[in-house]
């Protein structure tokens, strides 16, 4: 099987073609990335089985050839940052809508297999106090730059399914945590902070809770998804992981040897969703699909213990970050 995989030289999406060339011996894979700020060519394991192509998901000639060739296309490509979408949005509706767009017109001529890799924010946020979870009926309702454009990509890959028959599925998951994730990330910013002798950094009081999921076990329910899951049909993945930022924040403290208090609070995201929550019934019960990584706090002690063991990885996007933190308050 030939997969097209966008945006494999990501964070999740590297650690997908990881897991790919570890599980399934008899899958070749082309990434197709543009290398931004956030690809790194070093996440993706050296391999006869993987080719690297630079290019831009919004070039439909590329993106055709590359589809063409494919047998199954799985979709990661986005700007994936709610901070950088309320700075600028305009990359978010370049690459996360009309990438999307070109990539699912190629898949339509070409009678591909696909599959949407997208987000729970697209379902807006939650109370802290409700007992509800998000599930593939609830409304959409998001609310940032980048969270409308990962909805409007979702709307479009539904629309395709239904006006022209496109094979196509689509995964909402919740926020993932592991190996190689950038470091303008809430877990991977706070942990390289330590490393650099700087408190951490929690927006507004800390009380926002979000469902974390190891990044093996959301690629492991793609796969799921990719293999059992039915066209047009929606699959929400997460591994119930409620956890507060301000927990999270001082389980990190704890874990590298400091006082859980040792942080400092900073101004908080404009129009920071409160909380996100997952109902994954569907998923584990039509697919079978159960999280591996039932512990988040020993995921995230494996986690530090990443980012001490591979500071080459990170360090060159450590300083460019922490200076547009700065330039935003934050
Ligand atoms: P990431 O920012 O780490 O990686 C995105 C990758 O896409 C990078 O390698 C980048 O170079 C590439 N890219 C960006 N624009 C491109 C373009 N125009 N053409 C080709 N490549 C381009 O993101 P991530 O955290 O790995 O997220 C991957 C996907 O998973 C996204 O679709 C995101 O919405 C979704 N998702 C992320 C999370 C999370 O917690 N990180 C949770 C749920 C869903
Ligand atoms: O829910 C899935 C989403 O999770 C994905 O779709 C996004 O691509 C991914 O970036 C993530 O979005 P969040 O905005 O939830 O993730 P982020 O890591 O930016 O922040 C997590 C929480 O931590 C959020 O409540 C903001 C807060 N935060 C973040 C940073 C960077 C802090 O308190 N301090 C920080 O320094």
Known sequence: MKLLVTGGAGFIGANFVRLTLDTRPDVTVTVLDLLTYAGNSASLPDDPRVTLVKGDIADPEMVDT?????????????ESHNDNSLDDPWP??????????YLIEAARRRQTRFHHVSTDEVYGD?????????????????????????????????????SFGLEATISNCSNNYGPAQH??????????????????????????????????????????ILEG???????LIGADG??????????????????PTDYEHVADRPGHDLRYAIDATKLREELGWEPMYGDFRSGLAATVDWY??????????????ELKYQRLGR
């Open 242 to 259: 409620e956890v507060d930022n301000k927990t999270v924040v001082e389980t990190i403290l704890e874990l590298m040897g400091h006082e």
């Open 308 to 321: 001490h063991e591979n500071e080459a990885w990170w360090r060159a996007q450590k300083l460019e970050t």
């Open 126 to 162: 939650l109370e802290l106090d409700d007992p509800a979870k998000f599930t593939p009926e609830t409304p959409y309702n998001p609310s940032s730059p980048y969270s409308s454009t990962k909805a409007g990509s979702d709307l479009l890959v539904r629309a395709w399914v239904r």
């Open 92 to 101: 978010f509706v370049h690459t996360n809508l009309l990438g999307t767009y």
């Open 229 to 235: 899951g039915r066209s047009g049909e929606t699959y």
């Open 183 to 224: 470091v303008e990330k809430f877990i991977p910013r706070q942990i390289t902070n330590l490393i650099d002798g700087v408190k951490p950094k929690l927006y507004g009081a800390g009380l926002n809770v979000r469902d974390w999921i190891h990044v093996d076990d959301h690629n492991r329910a793609v796969w799921a």
């Open 66 to 78: 590359l589809v063409a060739e494919a047998d199954a296309v799985v979709h990661f490509a986005a």
